[in-house]
């Protein structure tokens, strides 16, 4: 099972990447997500053709499960995560990958930013996206219980989803 994070905060190693990281782990114990923080890609998401850009975006269009992450700036996600979204074809990108839209903010006023503004997105790009967005509250993320009750609820799906993703992919 491949598993991948994919961090858009402007800042490096991130409450963000924190929190998303927690959410792959959470979802899928038996793999150690792939950790990509997006900040670490600098300038070379602005152009086409940058190697590391290049080689984030396989590793992202070819896993199983992709946890995107970002804080919420500005009622919706950062420019960075858009940057790097904009690397993937239309309805084609993301094909048999799932995907997972995690945004933090201080308060509940955008709760609705992971479904409303993130998983249109990602549906766009042909990932699946079948979960409901999570939304944490940044500082208390770590232990609030939210993403442990997010992960009992829906990690059986995502078994259910990649492991039909992966019978797909092999038959």
Do not use: C
Request: charged share 15%; glycine share 10%; hydrophobic share 50%.
């Amino acid at each position: 099972m491949t598993v991948t994070v994919v961090v858009g905060n402007p800042k490096p190693a991130s409450r963000t990447l924190d929190a998303a990281v927690r959410v792959a782990r959470a979802l899928r114990p038996d793999a150690e997500p792939e950790v990509i923080d997006l900040v670490t890609l600098g300038p070379g998401l602005l152009g086409w053709g940058d190697p590391a850009v290049a080689a984030a975006a396989k590793t992202v269009s070819t896993s199983e499960l992709v946890v995107f992450a970002s804080p919420t700036f500005k009622a919706t996600y950062t420019g960075l995560l858009k940057l790097f979204l904009e690397k993937f074809d239309g309805g084609t990108g993301l094909a048999g990958v799932v995907t997972v839209p995690v945004m933090l903010g201080a308060g509940p006023a955008h709760a609705l930013a992971p479904d409303l503004l993130l998983k249109p997105v990602l549906v766009e790009i042909g990932g699946t996206a079948a979960l409901p967005g999570l939304y944490l509250a940044d500082r208390s993320f770590a232990e609030d219980g939210v993403i442990e009750a997010y992960a009992q609820r829906w990690a059986p799906v995502v078994a259910a989803l990649t492991n039909h993703v992966v019978e797909t992919n092999h038959a």
